[in-house]
């Protein structure tokens, strides 16, 4: 499976989701950058776009780019699978929104209150100020706070998408790494680089949970099991 990744910020790579697609389902992994990426995901099974400090809702021309270029995969038969900024930029690929949340902000470990099903509901790392909604017609598959958190789309094309909001792909010992690259969003969500990374150790079954979760994103994404 030749999987094309997205790093828009050198703080936030794929992390714990690169490594499972390599080791659980012998992905080749392509790793680019917003100044290096392609036009088009054509010859890759897949396209992953990760988080960065930039909001999709941003008018800076390398996110109208990926914009184009999510847009152009779900055309063109390529699933995706944003995380974080990347569940951002393809809610508005597809029709729906994002946008700041104003004084509000998320840093730290959060349980999903709403979930379709309980392998969405965490608790995940969460790094974002931004409120994101998507179409009608898109399944909401997590909600918190008032702000979708993931989602699953369906392109007219027949491709599938799936959006997280929160961050799978850090593990508890990243957790307070993934802090220190906002500390004003350290100050506004009242919390500390100890106090997340404390949470993340004392965290039980985390990485079933993960294995768990990434099988169901492949598998809504329409992805398939390689032999």
Partial sequence: MKVLVIENFPGAPAGLFGRWLEQARGATLAVVTPETMPDDASGHDLLVTLGSPSGAWEDIDWVHRQRALVRAALDGGTPVVGICFGAQLLASAIGGRAAPMGDRTFTGWYANAEVADPVWRGPW??????????PDGTEVLARDAGTVQAFHHRAPSGTNAVGVQFHPEMSAADADHVATLTPDML????????????????LDGHDARLDALFTEMLRRAGVAQQP
Avoid: K, M, S, Y
């Fill in 125 to 134: 790392v969460r790094w974002h100020a931004d409120h994101l909604e998507v």
């Fill in 187 to 202: 100050a506004r969500a009242g919390t500390t680089q100890a106090a997340i990374a404390r949470d993340g150790a004392a």
